[in-house]
Each structure stands twice: as C-alpha cells, then as structure tokens.
T-cell receptor, first 115, second 113 residues
Framework: EAQVTQNPRYLITVTGKKLTVTCSQNMNHEYMSWYRQDPGLGLRQIYYSMNVEVTDKGDVPEGYKVSRKEKRNFPLILESPSPNQTSLYFC??????????????FGPGTRLTVT | AQSVAQPEDQVNVAEGNPLTVKCTYSVSGNPYLFWYVQYPNRGLQFLLKYITGDNLVKGSYGFEAEFNKSQTSFHLKKPSALVSDSALYFCAVSLTGRRALTFGSGTRLQVQP
C-alpha cells in the first residue's frame, strides 16, 4: 500500500530535550516536506527536500533541522524543543515538482507537546 | 507572496442539501489550486485540483470545485451532503514552478442528519 508513515504518533517531552520525528514514504517520491498545523493558521511549511541531500527552508524553519540521506526518509529534528513548538506535525511527499502541479500525500501526523 | 483565505471557520448543512465551502486566493501569476480533507486523527487527503483547462473540476467522493479567475475563487461544492462528509477542509495554492504549497486556515464542515 502506498503510504507515508510517521513515528511517533504522539510525543510529550520537556524543554531542551532533543527529539527526532521520523518520516518514510514508499512511493519513490522525490519531493518531501514537513508542515506544522496550528488552530486557525492552517498548515505551514517547515522544510522541504527536492531529492537526496537537497533541502531548503519553508515558511517557519526556526528551531528545526532536517536531513535527507535516503530518498524514502526525511526526519525532522528538534535540537532544543521549546513550548512554542507544541503542535501537530505532518510529513508529506509527492512527485516533482512538489508543491507545484502534483498533489501531496500526507502522513497521519505527530502530535508533539513540549512542557 | 501567495495567500489563501477561507472566510468561514465552520459551515453547517443538513444531510441531502447542497454544500459550498468557500476559498479565495491571491497570487501574482497562474495558480495551481487544491482541496484537501482531514478526518479526525488522520492526515490530509487529496480531493481535487485545478491545473489548467476546464474551470469545473470533479474530484473524489462527489465533490467538485469551480475555478473563477475574475473573482480569484475556488469554491468547493457537493450537490447532496452526507453526514460522513463532516471533516476539516483545506484549500491550498501554489504557483507555476514554485515549490511551496500555501494552505488556508481550514473550514470545518458539519453535516447534520
């Protein structure tokens, strides 16, 4: 089954404790992206990747890192989480040109709480 | 900069009645327009898109949307609502050649039996 998977689905952590949210897709998509969803704000792009070893900032990249060492994986790293990063996070993938004419496929989401 | 507005936080409709979820956009160029739906505790699912051509686009689950360039709108419609259509709906826009997809704030659709 074609899908985007994320782990963990739920995470509660404390300020400053480094964490990684994994994302994997099995559709051989070049484009992958991370979004955060906050009430009343819709989805905002954090980082995206056009292919292996090619990443770029989205609209809200501060406090986040990403890497793309393999085509199927695109982990999101929070080196020192803060309470304002409490949010619902989605990973997405698509064929190129991502964000252009091709629809994106979304993972199930990761609900992160930072206390 | 590109932007999307969904003017209604919530739309209530009775089952069997037609529904409309509104979306307007602002871009400096030719847009690609999308509708996604989010069910509780699920990720977003693609419903339909406008790329070029016919202004009336048909998508999944009986939904359709009309692209209106003069009014910069892309309203989502369905002739007869189902209770199972109750969900959060997002409109999104991107520009030709741009990588980023910009989402609206979402509209919650409640269909009452």
């Amino acid at each position: 089954e074609a899908q985007v998977t994320q782990n963990p689905r739920y995470l509660i952590t404390v300020t400053g404790k480094k964490l990684t949210v994994t994302c994997s897709q099995n559709m051989n998509h070049e484009y992958m992206s991370w979004y955060r969803q906050d009430p009343g704000l819709g989805l905002r792009q954090i980082y995206y990747s056009m292919n292996v070893e090619v990443t770029d900032k989205g609209d809200v990249p501060e406090g986040y890192k990403v890497s793309r060492k393999e085509k199927r994986n695109f982990p999101l790293i929070l080196e020192s989480p803060s309470p304002n990063q409490t949010s619902l996070y989605f990973c997405a993938s698509s064929l190129l040109p991502g964000g252009g004419r091709n629809e994106q496929y979304f993972g199930p989401g990761t609900r992160l709480t930072v206390t | 900069a590109q932007s999307v507005a969904q003017p209604e936080d919530q739309v209530n409709v009775a089952e069997g009645n037609p529904l409309t979820v509104k979306c307007t956009y602002s871009v400096s160029g030719n847009p690609y327009l999308f509708w996604y739906v989010q069910y509780p505790n699920r990720g977003l699912q693609f419903l339909l898109k406008y790329i070029t051509g016919d202004n009336l686009v048909k998508g999944s689950y009986g939904f359709e949307a009309e692209f209106n360039k003069s009014q910069t709108s892309f309203h989502l419609k369905k002739p007869s609502a189902l209770v199972s259509d109750s969900a959060l709906y997002f409109c999104a826009v991107s520009l030709t050649g741009r990588r980023a997809l910009t989402f609206g704030s979402g509209t919650r659709l409640q269909v009452q039996p």
